[in-house]
C-alpha cells in the first residue's frame, strides 16, 4: 500500500483526544447550488500506527469546537463531549478513512451493492470505481451504530473476507469499547483533516452533520421522533427526500438510512455546497418551513441546541499539515504539524 503524500509510513498512530484542549467526521456529497452534490463520505490513512493488540488508548472526551479545531497528523480519537456513546475518528485524511470504512460503508448503506455479504477487494474496488468516486472519495465522512459494525466483522469471519490493517485496525477499538457485544449501544462519527478537497469550512460543516448522526443512533427518542416526523411528510416531500440521497449513493431502498440522512441534511447541513432546496426541488420557502416544523417539535436534549446554533468558526491558522515530524515522547511516536521557516 503506497503512502499519503507527506507521510513517512500509513499505519496508524491513535492519539486520544485533549479533552480540555483547543488543538484539534458519513458526511455528504458537496452540492453544488444548481442541486447537484457530492457525497460527504470517507477516506485514508495516514502517517498512523497500528494499535498494540494488548492495549488500547485512553479516549477523552472533546467538544465539538474542540474537535473541529483540532489539525491531527495522525487518527484522533475522542468521545462527544455532550453524549459519551458517540466516538469520533478524526483522520489525518480521506484515503486513511476510506481504507478504514470503505467497505463498512458499501455492507450497510451504498447503492447497487449487497447488504448480507461483505464485499472483498476486488469487488469493492469495482463498487467504488463503477460509483465514480476513489477509496479516498466514497464518503467525507461516515456514521455507523455500533450493531451494524459488529454485524460487519462476524460476517468478515464467517465468510472469510481478508480485512486490511485499518479495517483491523477498527475491530480492536471496537472490542474496546465493547461494542462487539450483543445489545451494545454506541456509535462512530468521523471526519478528516483539512487538505485536499476538504476545507477547513468543510469540516465544520461535515462535523456538524456527523453528530446528529451520532444522536439518531445512540437517543431513542431523537429516533423515534425522526422516524414520526418521516411519517408525516406528504409522499411528494419523502420522494424529494428520496431522489437526491438516491443521487447521492445511498441505497433509496432502505427507510431508516433515508430518514436519517433526511433529518442530517434538512437540519444540521447549512451549507448550501452540500444541501440546498434546489437539491430537492423546492423552493427556499419550502425547505424553511420543513425545517421549521422540524426544529419547533424536537425532544428536550443536547442536539436541539445544535439546530439552530451557528457551526464553530473554522480555523484560518493552519489550513493543512504543510510539514510532518515525528519525534518520541515517553516511548511513542508522536506526529507534529508545523509550517517551514
Known sequence: MSSAPG??????????????????????????????????????????????????????????????????????????????DVVVIDFPSLLTQGLTLDRLAAFVEKANVPH????????????????GDTEASYYYGHDYQAA???????????????LNPHELWLRRLMRQLGWMAQGATGAIITLTAAGGPVTMEMRTVILRHEISHGAFYTVPAYRRYTEDFWASLTDADRAAFTGFLGRQGYDTSLTELMLNESQAYLIFTRDPRFFNAA???????????????????????????????????????????????????DGRRTCLCYRPV
Open 7 to 84: 507521510n513517512d509510513d500509513d499505519t496508524i498512530d491513535i492519539r486520544p483526544a485533549n479533552a480540555g484542549g483547543v488543538r484539534r467526521r458519513r458526511l455528504l456529497r458537496l452540492a453544488l447550488a444548481g442541486g447537484g452534490a457530492v457525497s460527504l463520505g470517507a477516506a485514508g490513512l495516514g502517517a498512523d500506527r497500528l494499535l498494540r493488540k494488548d492495549q488500547g488508548p485512553a479516549i477523552g472526551s472533546a467538544t465539538e469546537s474542540a474537535i473541529d479545531l483540532e489539525e491531527p497528523c495522525g487518527t484522533h480519537l475522542s468521545r462527544l463531549a455532550p453524549d459519551a
Open 116 to 131: 448480507d455479504r461483505l464485499l472483498n477487494d476486488a469487488s469493492l474496488a469495482a463498487a467504488i470505481k463503477a460509483s
Open 148 to 162: 451494524d459494525i459488529a454485524r460487519f466483522f462476524r460476517l468478515a469471519d464467517s465468510e472469510g473476507i481478508a
Open 279 to 329: 437539491a430537492i426541488g423546492k423552493s427556499e420557502e419550502e425547505v424553511a418551513q420543513l425545517r421549521q416544523g422540524f426544529i419547533d417539535n424536537m425532544p428536550e436534549f443536547w442536539l436541539r441546541a445544535l439546530a439552530t446554533e451557528p457551526r464553530p468558526p473554522a480555523s484560518h491558522t493552519m489550513p493543512g499539515c504543510p510539514v510532518q515530524s515525528a519525534m518520541l515522547t
